[in-house]
């Protein structure tokens, strides 16, 4: 309830937008237009709030979080808003009295997925909690024309589709012109020296605006609205007569292009580096338009430059925007006119890196020669910053040349974005605390070795506003029936819930919501798939990015191999299972691309199949986004979470789960490992190899799984499977690169690199004792409710919490109205 919200004059607000923007009548308004009406109504509400927001922050002169990541995955903004405001009651009120209903006018709304998952996904949760804490923070990150693409499924292949998501016009964003930057791309640059000083000029170099939108982040309840800052770039004047005059035509229109294609698209991979000179486009451009304002806002209110980490903080969402740290070097150096000494001391206090991954493929390397050709300014201050970085290895080391080779920035050719992003950065943390335990250990060893004080941990969190207020409504109703509110803005509060978890009555509320939330999504499905599911099934779910390590092809290998079991003996014992699937593959990743082929090659053999009773149904949901996350997670039975050990450098669609009252069936990886710990192992199923058994294989050359096929008749069977054409009778071939991954030594990576075949048996294992938990109601009903009541930590408030303590610095500001 929000006292403050005036529902006449909010009714009247939209009543007026669908007429000014639409010239209609509400009861001729399109879902659409009135969606865009209650939008622009809903920033009217909270606009005096952002202006006092910032307000606020210019007063009490506030140190600020920059959080600069190439990813924000917001998803949709209005339902969230509308919560965030505490006046989601109001507005349906007041839609319902208009004739619409709410949940229609949010499906309205077009994801904005500017990003691919976990990564774009946590930067996204951050924003809200540091909106509802009430820190200052801003994020910065690029206005891509185009967000993750939608995935399309025909004939059970991905294919993509662009995700025109502005197509309709973004009403909660406001374009900020005055703040428009310049960012300068190649030329040379011409040292030029003046009294006594040398100055770096770059020449004959190509330029872009940066132009910013802004949109609110609205903390909860709060009145607190910070920013997120996306940046769009626009040609810097457009064929003015003088470039013609001056034989410049082809300048101009080459300026204009590379306006027009550097924010065109977001690129599609995640946990992987793909190595395209555009990609670097886009990081130098937003990181060049964040700094440079970053820095022109500091020095609106102070005269030191040397004492700018007093009030900025920049925390780099991963290496995508470790130019940050070049580039404010060549501010300082070039522009402010700070010494080398004076420049390294303020950059190295203001900068702050995660680490999101070990997989090596993920590792930004970029080659010199495009790099300078790029950035020729930016490269000099990076082979100052190597040449000084392996003068003090040397120090430290003298005579060891190995751990020269192993640790310099610019080595082979190539500039290792994560290296600099070490050597600059005061902080350096992992995303959970085995991720963190496997660099300190193993990854990144020399640099550990080098400055330990740097490494800590930040195991990652979500917010519990969309996942559980906004995603899972009965539940959430019910959890605040139970133990009040408080758990909106205190989620270890929840655990007061423990207490009912053995209540039979508590039990029975329980599994009804869990029941109407599976209803809710075999609507869906029904709707979006064709498939029939049945909600009294155990739904046991699997959705994140599509990447070999997160194993989904175990998955739907074990589905095959359940179906062989039903086929063998038709009156098999079992609870009726659905296994839903969801997940993108990178355009580019064929293998990944094949295994939704397979799941949807097993899913058209199984579901059609009416000897098995219906006892096995799986389910490909296209096109996975945050939207549909939250109708998938809140019916979720079973969670599998289950990479090869190492590998997930924490997860958190696991914790989303959890929130959901799922049950975790998974391995020791990422932040499993502390889910299990906080839900106590019994109310789990754990199975597979551990980390360290993983890196040991791996430290010996793998593992040789032809044995396992050799021995394995079951396992044999479904392997052969994939060549026999049995789930793809028109092209019996169709699958032999899966089968050849799994076994075959001669292709050019390990056979079974993610130890699929290894870990079969035991995974098998735990889906067994799924089978048998969950006919015990009451154990299951417990167990659902103890991993909600478990759940605690990890709300990203208490991860934003650690951030602040240990890393920002910065303190909490009170907005009132
Ligand atoms: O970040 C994910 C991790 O895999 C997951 O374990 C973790 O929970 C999450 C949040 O910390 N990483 C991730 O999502 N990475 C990417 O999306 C990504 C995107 C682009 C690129 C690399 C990684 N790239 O190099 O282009």
Redesign the pocket.
């Known amino acids: 309830m929000n006292k403050g919200f005036d529902k006449a004059t909010f009714k009247r607000t939209v009543l007026d937008n669908v007429k000014n923007m639409f010239r209609r009548t509400i009861d001729e308004a399109t879902p659409q237009q009135v969606f865009q009406a209650v939008a622009y109504a809903v920033k009217d509400v909270i606009i005096d709030e952002w202006i006092a927001t910032h307000k606020e922050y210019e007063k009490k002169d506030a140190k600020t979080v920059y959080y600069l990541s ?2 924000f995955l917001m998803g949709r903004a209005l339902g969230n808003n509308i919560i965030n405001i505490c006046a989601r009651e109001e507005v349906k009120e007041v839609l319902d009295e208009l004739g619409f209903d709410l949940n229609v006018i949010e499906d309205q709304e077009p994801d904005a997925a500017l ?6 996904r ?1 930067a996204a949760c951050f924003l809200d909690s540091l909106a509802t804490l009430g820190y200052p923070a801003y994020g910065c990150g690029i206005r891509y024309r185009y967000g993750m693409f939608k995935q399309k499924i025909e004939n059970g292949f991905q294919v993509e589709v662009p995700d025109d998501w502005l197509k309709d016009g973004n009403p909660f964003e406001i374009r900020r012109p005055e703040y428009a930057t310049e960012v300068k791309f190649g030329g040379y640059v011409r040292i030029e020296n003046r009294d006594g000083r040398n100055r770096f000029i770059q020449e004959g170099y190509q330029s872009v605006m940066a132009v910013p939108y802004d949109l609110p982040v609205i903390g909860y309840g709060n009145n607190v609205v910070n920013t997120l800052r996306i940046w769009d770039a626009q040609p810097i004047n457009t064929f003015n007569l003088d470039s013609f005059d001056r034989g410049d035509y082809q300048k101009a229109v080459e300026q204009e292009n590379l306006a027009k294609t550097i924010v065109e698209v977001l ?1 599609p ?6 190595g395209k000179e555009l ?1 670097l486009k886009q990081q130098y451009f937003f990181i060049s338009a964040s700094v440079q304002r970053a820095v022109k806002k500091y020095k609106e209110k102070h005269d030191d430059i040397r004492k700018f980490y007093d009030k900025v903080v920049f925390q780099l969402n ?1 290496t ?1 925007p470790t130019v940050t740290i070049p580039e404010l070097m060549r501010i300082l150096l070039d522009e402010e006119g700070l010494t080398w000494d004076e420049a390294w001391e303020v950059t190295t206090r203001t900068c702050a890196y995660t680490n ?2 070990i997989m090596s493929e ?1 590792l ?1 390397k970029w080659p010199i020669e495009l790099f300078s050709r790029l950035l020729p300014r930016i490269y000099q201050i990076v082979e100052e910053i190597n040449r000084r970085f392996i003068e003090q290895i040397q120090s430290k080391y003298p005579g060891n040349y190995e751990k020269v080779k192993k640790m310099a920035i610019i080595y082979d050719g190539q500039v290792k974005m994560a290296y600099m992003a070490i050597a600059a950065s005061f902080s350096v943390n992992g ?1 959970a605390r085995l991720h963190t335990e496997i660099l300190k250990n193993e990854e990144l060893k020399d640099f550990y070795q080098m400055m330990p004080e740097k490494f800590n941990n930040k195991t ?1 969190g979500i917010t519990q506003r969309r996942f559980l207020l906004h995603g899972n409504p009965l539940l959430a109703d019910w959890v605040t029936d139970k133990i009040g509110d408080e758990w909106i803005t205190n989620l270890p509060h929840i655990e007061k819930l423990a207490i009912y978890a053995s209540d039979y009555k508590c039990q029975q509320e329980f599994m009804n919501i869990k029941y109407q939330n599976k209803i809710r999504l075999a609507k869906y499905i029904k709707e979006h798939n064709g498939v029939d599911v049945d909600p009294r099934s155990i739904f046991d779910v699997q959705v994140k ?1 599509l990447h070999e390590y997160k194993r989904q092809l175990m998955n739907i290998l074990h589905v095959m191999y359940l179906y062989n079991q039903l086929k063998d003996n038709p009156n098999m014992d079992m609870v009726p299972r659905t296994f839903i699937f969801g997940a993108k593959a990178a355009a580019g990743y064929k293998r990944a691309k094949l295994t939704i082929k397979l799941i949807n090659s097993v899913a058209d053999v199984i579901n059609n199949d009416k000897t098995i009773n219906g006892r096995l149904k799986v389910v490909f949901i296209e096109d996975y986004r945050v939207s549909n996350a939250e109708l998938i997670f809140a019916a979720a039975d079973v969670s599998e979470q289950i990479s090869t050990a190492s590998k ?5 669609s696991n914790m989303k789960f959890m929130l959901n009252g799922a049950l975790t069936l998974g391995t020791m990886d ?1 932040a499993n490992v502390e889910i299990v710990e906080e839900v106590g192992a019994d109310r789990a199923f754990i199975f597979g190899m551990s980390s360290d058994e993983v890196i040991r294989y791996e430290n010996n050359g793998g593992y040789n799984p032809m044995e396992i096929f050799n021995n394995d008749q079951d396992i044999r069977r479904v392997l052969m499977q994939l060549i026999n054409g049995y789930f793809s009778p028109q092209d019996p071939e169709l699958f032999r690169d899966i089968y050849n991954s799994l076994l075959n030594t001669k292709s050019s990576d390990r056979a079974d690199t993610y130890f699929i075949l290894k870990d079969f048996r035991s995974y098998a294992e735990a889906h067994k004792k799924v089978d048998r938990a969950y006919r015990d109601e009451a154990w299951w009903a417990e167990s659902a409710i103890l991993n909600v009541a478990h759940c605690g930590k990890f709300t990203s408030d208490r991860t934003i919490e650690e951030y602040v303590r240990d890393i920002w610095h910065l303190s909490k500001v009170q907005v009132e109205m």
């Open positions: 190439m990813e990003g691919n998952g976990g990564l774009g946590l690129y991979n995640d946990n992987h580096y793909a990609r991963d995508h999101h991954t993920a930004e995303v990652n990015r997930e450098a924490s997860g958190t990422g």
